[in-house]
């Protein structure tokens, strides 16, 4: 069974940084999507970052409001998501998710059927 722990959240301050880690367990996939989506309150959800995972093409794509900020990466030894988030807004402020597409290979938003709890990110 395919577990995501999301780790890292935290207040800051605009223009500081955060790191978000996702702790995965239970892969036995050789191909497939994970992201880092985020919600804020009254707001729907929205896909930040996704990489293909065990692609030898290295598919990532980023929200536009996110490019040049963030940067996700995955750690293969340890099966690690990570987002750096860097020149932090308050407009990024919001719950952020880890998530994995583990039925269909693709990182379209409506394929991620596994998510992790959610970490909290605020700037003010």
């Known amino acids: 069974q395919v577990q995501l722990v999301e780790s890292g959240g935290g207040s800051v301050q605009p223009g500081e940084s955060l790191r978000l880690s996702c702790a995965a367990s239970g892969f036995t996939l050789g191909r497939y999507c994970m992201a880092w989506f985020r919600q804020a309150p009254g707001k729907p959800r929205e896909q930040v970052a996704a990489?293909?995972?065990?692609?030898?093409?290295?598919?990532?794509s980023y929200h536009d409001s996110v490019k040049g900020r963030f940067t996700i990466s995955h750690d293969d030894a340890d099966y690690r998501l990570d987002l750096q988030m860097n020149s932090l807004e308050p407009a990024d402020t919001a719950m952020y998710y880890c998530?994995?597409?583990?039925?269909?290979?693709?990182?379209?938003?409506?394929?991620?059927?596994?998510w992790g709890q959610g970490t909290q990110v605020t700037v003010s």
């Open positions: 998530a994995a597409a583990t039925s269909v290979i693709a990182c379209n938003s409506q394929f991620f059927n596994v």
């Open positions: 990489m293909m995972i065990g692609d030898r093409f290295g598919y990532i």
